[in-house]
């Protein structure tokens, strides 16, 4: 396998009821769906969104119970066996230094739940932006950010999931990154990785590690790579790390996608299919759907996931794909075909008239059908306007199974430069190799 393999942009146009393009918000996957929150367009929003990605469907969530979280920028958000956590992006008050800056939401029951947690326990951290959140075995690990006047902190803090209790896990006089937000940070096997930001308001390029073993820094040392960055992003493909966008200040962003690979420990830059150009963006978000997305189980063996070798990627269907995607290959090509009214009675059969003209009992379509043909699954959707509940339940529970078998893809959501009164912008990049 080429890290140097190149990789196919490709924007998704966001249709019907979607969120509103923004910045500084935060999203994170879980189970073939990515949760969006909050962020910044003119002003703050406070909208919560699930994006069902084999619908290619938007759904606005319930962001006004108590439990909620208010208007957020700059916050976190990862996931944990069927929970979201959400941590900082307030706004600076005297209310808010009361209160933890910690969110729960239930995805099984779609709601926002109360934090059972220590409250009164006297360590927590208080509310901070543009800091890091990944998770570690069974805790969410958050490094640094921007604090209200006392500037930006090197705190490192552990939030255990089954217990909420917070604890801290370094000292200011130990070796680590420093003060430092707007910088990105991934977990690889019990590691956490963490590169750039800002020190105070100079851009860095330096690399870290944190083992949790020792519970120790290391300074990577390299002599190629990303240079400095900050408001960019980084997700974990298989043995690698993907780090996309950013800028070297806030007014020039960048659409540079690097890979690192945690075997060689190496940096390689991703070049883009001769048409395919990548988005310059800032302070936007970045997930990965997909096996090779996949969190790996913490183990301190060297040996592969065995998950990583069973699960292979099997074709989906998705409305937004502008063209056949070829370079699957043969056996998981996904057939895209166009049939307008005028056609329909030339090339199909009466059972399938219906479904396409509105002349029997099928519903009417507006337009052209688009129906994708998926040869792994032998089964066939038809994109129409309106669907009865019967189909929809049927529908259901192939997207069930679709969903467990995503294909490799990689999601980029908002970021600034952001188009003001339009969806969120949304490209999606593939890399080519096998």
């Known amino acids: 396998m080429s890290h140097s393999s190149p990789c196919l942009w490709t924007q998704l146009p966001q249709g019907r009821r979607s969120p509103c393009d923004r910045y500084k918000h935060a999203c994170c996957s879980y189970d073939g769906n990515v949760y969006l929150l909050g962020g ?12 069902n990605v084999v619908r290619d469907e938007w759904t606005e969530l319930n962001s006004s119970s108590e439990a909620a979280p208010e208007e957020l920028e700059e916050h976190s958000m990862v996931a944990h066996e069927g929970f979201l956590y959400v941590f900082g992006g307030m706004l600076d008050s005297a209310y808010t230094k009361c209160r933890s800056a910690l969110w729960v939401f239930d995805i099984a ?41 006392t500037g930006t902190s090197q705190e490192f803090w552990r939030l255990d999931f089954d217990t909420t209790v917070w604890s801290l896990l370094s000292s200011p006089d130990s070796l680590s990154p420093g003060p430092r937000h707007s910088h990105s940070a991934v ?18 390029r330096d690399f870290w590690r944190w083992t949790s073993t020792n519970h120790t820094w290391t300074c990577l040392r390299r002599k190629s790579g990303p240079p400095r960055l900050m408001g960019h992003s980084a997700v974990v493909y298989r043995d690698s790390m993907l780090l996309f966008g950013g800028g070297e200040s806030q007014n020039f962003p960048k659409n540079c996608l690097w890979r690192y690979s945690f075997t060689t420990q190496s940096w390689v830059q991703v070049a883009s299919l001769p048409g395919s150009s990548p988005p310059n963006k800032l302070h936007h978000c970045c997930t990965g759907l997909g096996p ?26 998705n409305r937004c794909f502008p063209a056949p995607l070829t370079f699957l290959g043969s056996e998981g090509d996904i057939e895209l075909k166009t049939f307008s009214p005028d056609r329909c009675d030339q090339s199909k ?18 337009g052209s059908c688009l129906t994708f043909e ?23 529970d192939e997207e069930d199974d679709i969903r467990k078998h995503l294909p490799d893809l990689l999601l980029v959501l908002g970021g600034q430069p952001h188009s003001r009164n339009s969806p969120v912008s949304v490209w999606q990049m593939t890399l080519t190799e096998s």
């Open 40 to 51: 910044r367009e003119r002003r703050r929003v406070g909208d919560f969104w699930k994006y």
């Open 109 to 149: 029951k779609q709601r926002w739940v109360q934090c059972q947690g220590k409250r009164s326990s006297p360590q927590r951290p208080s509310n901070r932006k543009g800091h890091s959140a990944v998770v570690i075995g069974a805790a969410m690990l958050i490094y640094g950010g921007l604090l209200d006047i």
């Open 187 to 204: 977990a690889y096997q019990g590691s956490m990785f963490l590169f750039g930001g800002l020190k105070g308001l100079q851009e860095q």
């Open 292 to 317: 090779s997305y996949a969190p790996i189980r913490c183990c301190s063996s060297s040996e592969p996931d065995p998950r990583r070798q069973e699960e292979k990627p099997r074709p989906f269907k």
């Open 349 to 366: 059969s009466s059972s399938e008239l219906d479904r396409c003209d509105g002349t029997g009992t099928g519903p009417q379509l507006r």
């Open 374 to 396: 998926n040869k792994a699954f032998k089964k066939q959707w038809s994109c129409k306007e309106e669907e009865e509940e019967e189909e929809e339940e049927v529908e259901e």
